[in-house]
């Protein structure tokens, strides 16, 4: 693997863990804490020890979180984000982990909205035995962690963790727990515990996860020693914090700004990878070198819990007759056979159908562009989808007024680098088109996703056609936020975008 001497320990989980697998394994990496049907698909050794990295599916599909030891999370991370170029990556500022001087700002029915200094996060009240309301001052930490896109923040926790995997010590508890429902295992366990070499520290209290009653004495030792040694630099940059800030109250907390919007501890580094069409693509090919894959097995399971029950059963089915292993596909025709109308049919979007158009940044944000109506679809992945807008103002690059009652009638198709809207006042008066260049748009059951990437192409209503954000593009590629040549084959498309709106 490019750049890196060592391998790491990795557990992965999601609907993406065949293919990551496939990768990590192929880079060097060692997979731990394997499920059994990732055992069985493998001729592979899987241990039962402690994992340096975890890659998990976020909840909607869409990607994947990778988080633990900094070294080793860059080095997943550059592995998994080189899938193919419509591959993102981004830091995540709320890793697992750390901990934070936070301001309730919000209180709502469950939970408070705390502002962390650069970013947010939600602390339900379920993981606090305190009272808590605006103004309030708290010491959390990030117990789940969300992707840049998602609509919704980091979770919170008020007691402090030092998480190892199998093993988990927590600040200021006292004896040994097993998360199972392994009755005996538990109580096996437990009493193994006083036979390790490491102990647990002053202070803190032991947790075992589930996979920790499967693990070899070594690999038990060797998760509470690392264990420890995060709590104990833990204990080391809040006591230096409390230090910093005058106080010789373990209990004190400082207002968020205090520590810059900086994690006062963070044992864990972050990142977010999100998978455009092409990487879908492109793991399939991986997981397609281990086992039967049907073409757009990962872009349809991404699409909905229901559509991935439907892969499963459809290559339970079928079998050797989607390829893999021995057999023989054409890897380059497998991206051509993914069956969209079939998919659209069984799972939508078909017309009729309300889809919202999750307009993606190249900088991990989303924002929604609005639903609207399935108003016409093909079988060669056409998806036209109208709104009526209700606000007023100006549209963008386009000059024109934008009124209550004015209509967008946007056509996305499927794999296609760019989308037009039209747009047309009530009583059908053209308002300019507006083509939006992107990464291969993706229509989902109940969504059209992809990720912008600036450069656009307008036509006005005189039949005017100017190519907008070239510069905004170019400061993209100056961040590190669009890599080169996702820049390169934008700026095609715009070009060849603008000559055939020209003619």
Known sequence: ??????????????????????????????????????????????????????????????????????????????????????????????????????????????????DLGESEGFLPYAETDDYVDVGDALRVQVRESAPPWADRRAELGTAIHADAGLATLVRGGDGVSVDTRDDAAARELAGMTEFLSASTPDGWGLEWSHAATRAEMDALDAALSRAVERAEQMDAAL???????????????????????????????????????????ALDEARRAVMATMPGHHRTKAGSEAASAGVDLAEALCGGGFGGGDAEIDDEDAEADFPFATVARQFGPVAGDRVEIVHGKP???????????????????????????????????????????????????????????????????????????????ECFPDSIRYVDLHVDVVKL?????????????????????????LAEKARAVAASLERALSD
């Not at 103002?393 to 056509?411: C, F, M, W």
């Not at 499927?414 to 300019?432: C, F, N, Q, S």
């Not at 005189?462 to 040549?485: I, K």
């Open 1 to 114: 693997m490019t750049g890196v001497d060592t391998s790491a320990r990795v557990r992965v989980r999601g609907i993406y863990t065949t293919a990551v697998t496939r990768l990590l394994l192929d880079a060097g990496h060692d997979v731990v804490q394997a499920s059994d049907p990732i055992r069985e698909r493998f001729d592979a050794e899987f241990g039962d020890g402690s994992h340096d990295v975890a890659v998990a599916t976020t909840d909607d599909r869409q990607g994947v979180g990778v988080h633990g030891d900094p070294e080793a999370v860059d080095a997943v991370a550059a592995e998994l984000r080189d899938v193919r170029r419509d591959a993102f990556e981004w830091a995540d500022p709320t890793p697992p982990g750390a901990v934070f001087d936070a301001e309730v700002t919000e209180t709502l029915g469950s939970g408070a909205v705390c």
């Open 239 to 281: 006591t230096a914090n409390e230090t910093d800030s005058g106080s010789g109250d373990s209990d004190s907390e400082g207002a968020p700004g205090d520590s810059g919007g900086d994690a006062l501890a963070a044992p864990a580094d972050g990142r977010w990878l999100w998978f455009g069409r092409e990487s879908r693509f």
């Open 363 to 441: 900088d991990g944000r989303a924002f929604s562009l609005g639903r609207g109506e399935v108003v016409d679809w093909d079988e060669d992945g056409t998806v036209a989808v109208e709104r009526t807008l209700e606000s007023s103002g100006t549209y963008d690059a386009l000059g024109t007024s934008r009124e209550p009652g004015d209509t967008a009638l946007t056509k996305f198709r499927e794999g296609r680098w760019w989308y037009p809207t039209v747009y047309r006042g009530d009583d059908g008066t053209a308002k300019g088109t507006y083509v939006n260049v992107c990464t291969p748009v």
């Open 461 to 485: 209503p005189d039949g005017t056609v100017e190519r907008v954000d070239d510069d905004e593009l170019d400061a993209a590629v100056e961040a590190g936020t669009v890599s080169e040549s």
